[in-house]
C-alpha cells in the first residue's frame, strides 16, 4: 500500500549516493575497491578551523542561532566576496544554511511556481533538474557534449528561453565536468538574459577554489547581472568541511528574505559550531586551500594523462573541480561473457563489479555517454584505478 506523496514519487535516488553505497557494501564484503564515485575532498578539516570549532563549543554556542546565520559569519562572507570576488553586498544580502544543496534548493522553492521552466545545463549536477521538480517546475536540459568542452553556449541558451522561463542554473567550476566559464563566455551569456530580464541565475560557485586556469568568474560580476543573480557557496570543497554543512546565497535582498521566510519554516538556522568554524574558515589563513588546490592540479593532470592511454575513452581537460568526465559510448555494445553494455549506467557497474573501481554513470547528470570519476583520492589510487579500469575495458569484445 503506497501512500507517498506524488511529490516524492516523481524524485529519482541520488546516483552518486547509490553507487557509494554499492562501493561501501562490496568493501564491506573484503573487496579491494578503489572509489572514484565520491565528490568530496581527501584531506582533513585545516587544524585553526577545527580549534575554531572546539572554542565554540567551550564558549556554549549551542543555542539558536538568527535563521539566516550570525552577523558575524554573515559579515566574514560579505567581506570574501569583497575581497575575493570585488562584490559589493550586505549581511542582508545573504543567508546561510545547511550545505550548498539547501541553498540551492532554498533558492529554487522561492522562485519556481508550478509549470514555469527552469534551465539546466547538461551534464549537470544529480540534484538540480530534481529540486526544480520537487517546486513542481520544468528543467529544461540544454545539451553541451564534451566537443564544447560542456558548456552552453549563447546560442543555446537563447533558443531555450520562453515566456515560462524563470531561471537558469549555471555551475561553474562544474560538478560532473570540471569545465570552467571564462570572464568572455560568462559575458555572452549575459548578453543573451539582457534580453529576457525575468531570467534570474542560480550561479552554484561551490567549487571556486578548486580552479587550475588562474582566476574563477562570476555572471554577478558582469554589472548587467548582479540584481538578478543568487550566488550559491560555502566551505565544503574549499576547506575540507563537507560534514560541517554550511552553504549560503549572496543574492537580491528580496530573495534572500524569501529564503529566509522558507528556511524559518522547516530547519532554521544551521548548526552553530559549524557557522563559527566557517567564519574561522573565511577570516582565517587562505593557505591551506591553496595547498589543497595545487594537490588537486597535480592528480587532474596525472589522471588526464592516464585516462588518455585509456582506448576508447574520449577525454577532455577539466579546468577546475576534482572530477574527469569520459565519454566512453565506443564501449556500448560491447560485452565480457553474458554481460553487455549498453549504456554508461551498465558500464560503471561493469567496472565496479569486475575492475573494483567505483565510478559514476553518465546518465543521472544528463549525459549518458559518459562516465565520472573523482580524483580526490591519492596519487597511487589514480594510478592503480586507471591501470584496472584498462585492464577491465580491454576485456570487453
Known sequence: MNQLSDRLNSLS?????????????????????INLSVGEPDFNTPDHIKEAAKKAIDENYSRYSPVAGYPALRNAIVEKLKK?????????????????????????????????????????????PEMVKLAEGKPVIVTAGIEQDFKMTPEQLEAAITPKTKALILCSPSNPTGSVYSAEELAALATVLERHPQVIVIADEIYEHINYIGSHHSIAQIPSMKERTVIVNGVSKAYAMTGWRIGFIAGPEWVVKAVNKLQGQYTSG????????????????QAPVEEMRQAFQRRRDLIVKLAKEVPGFEVNVPEGAFYLFPKCSSFFGKSAGERVINNADDLAMYLLEVGHVACVGGTSFGAPECIRMSYATSDENIIEAIRRIKEALAALK
Open 84 to 128: 575575493e570576488n570585488g562584490l559589493e553586498y550586505t549581511a542582508a544580502q545573504i543567508s546561510c544554511a545547511n550545505g550548498a544543496k539547501q541553498s540551492v534548493c532554498n533558492t529554487i522553492l522561492v522562485l519556481v511556481n508550478p509549470g514555469d521552466e527552469v534551465i539546466v545545463p547538461a551534464p549537470y549536477w544529480v540534484s538540480y
Open 270 to 285: 544551521p548548526c552553530s559550531v559549524s557557522q563559527k568554524a566557517a567564519e574561522a574558515a573565511y577570516t582565517g589563513t
Open 13 to 33: 535516488p541520488s546516483a552518486t549516493l547509490a553507487m557509494s553505497q554499492k562501493s561501501a557494501e562490496l568493501k564491506a564484503q573484503g573487496v579491494d575497491v
